[in-house]
T-cell receptor, first 117, second 113 residues
Framework: EAGVVQSPRYKIIEKKQPVAFWCNPI?????LYWYRQNLGQGPELLIR????????DSQLPKDRFSAERLKGVDSTLKIQPAELGDSAVYLC???????????????FGAGSRLTVL | DQQVKQNSPSLSVQEGRISILNCDYT??????FLWYKKYPAEGPTFLIS?????DKNEDGRFTVFLNKSAKHLSLHIVPSQPGDSAVYFC????????????FGSGTQLTVLP
């Protein structure tokens, strides 16, 4: 079974530029998560999708971040414009089930490392 | 306010000995706990978990212990191997949170040959 696929793996941009990250979850995984991991810290949730619906985006900085999950499969996370503090690893994860049902374990992708200069 | 805390940023252990990684939490609503392992340039991978109705779960060389009264859990690796060198994250799920993981800051384990 293919895992969670993310691209690009690395991205270096100058501040104020836009950037987008793409995630392909495991087939059949209804719930998709975007996490951000700052250096020396654990991942923190940005947004959670159940199928194509964003059901928890309370931690997403909506002034510059946006996300979508068209057709309930692939997802993109966009930052526009990027700031120096956005440098981090952006992790996508997925699991079977939605809400409080289904698997407890999330499967993570390898992440997209963003460096903003 | 960190709800899941891993107070040891790093730990070094000799190959063949026991590694003990610790994790404390503050949220009484947490009812499921997981350990993830992360190698450089890779995403976190699931290692072992435990429900709050248990106090121990074992999987091969890995055992997780949960002390609910102390709000403390630990991961024991016996015997430790050089391939276990990685960052270990403790994570917790609270009931009704739709499996939202709250992570600790991680502990870098180095197993010396």
């Amino acid at each position: 079974e293919a895992g969670v696929v993310q691209s690009p793996r690395y991205k270096i941009i100058e501040k104020k530029q836009p950037v987008a990250f793409w995630c392909n979850p495991i087939s059949g995984h209804n719930t998709l998560y975007w996490y951000r991991q700052n250096l020396g810290q654990g991942p923190e949730l940005l947004i959670r999708y159940e199928n194509e619906e964003a059901v928890d985006d309370s931690q997403l900085p909506k002034d510059r971040f946006s996300a979508e999950r068209l057709k309930g499969v692939d997802s993109t996370l966009k930052i526009q414009p990027a700031e120096l503090g956005d440098s981090a690893v952006y992790l996508c994860a997925s699991r079977v089930g939605t809400g409080n049902s289904g698997a407890n374990v999330l499967t993570f992708g390898a992440g997209s490392r963003l460096t903003v200069l | 306010d960190q709800q899941v805390k891993q107070n040891s940023p790093s730990l070094s252990v000799q190959e063949g000995r026991i590694s003990i990684l610790n994790c404390d939490y503050t949220n009484s609503m947490f009812d499921y706990f997981l350990w993830y392992k992360k190698y450089p340039a890779e995403g976190p991978t699931f290692l072992i978990s435990i429900s709050s109705i248990k106090d121990k779960n074992e999987d091969g060389r890995f055992t997780v212990f949960l002390n609910k009264s102390a709000k403390h859990l630990s991961l024991h690796i016996v015997p430790s191997q050089p391939g276990d060198s990685a960052v270990y994250f403790c994570a917790a799920i609270s009931s009704g949170s739709a499996r939202q993981l709250t992570f600790g800051s991680g502990t870098q384990l180095t197993v010396l040959p």
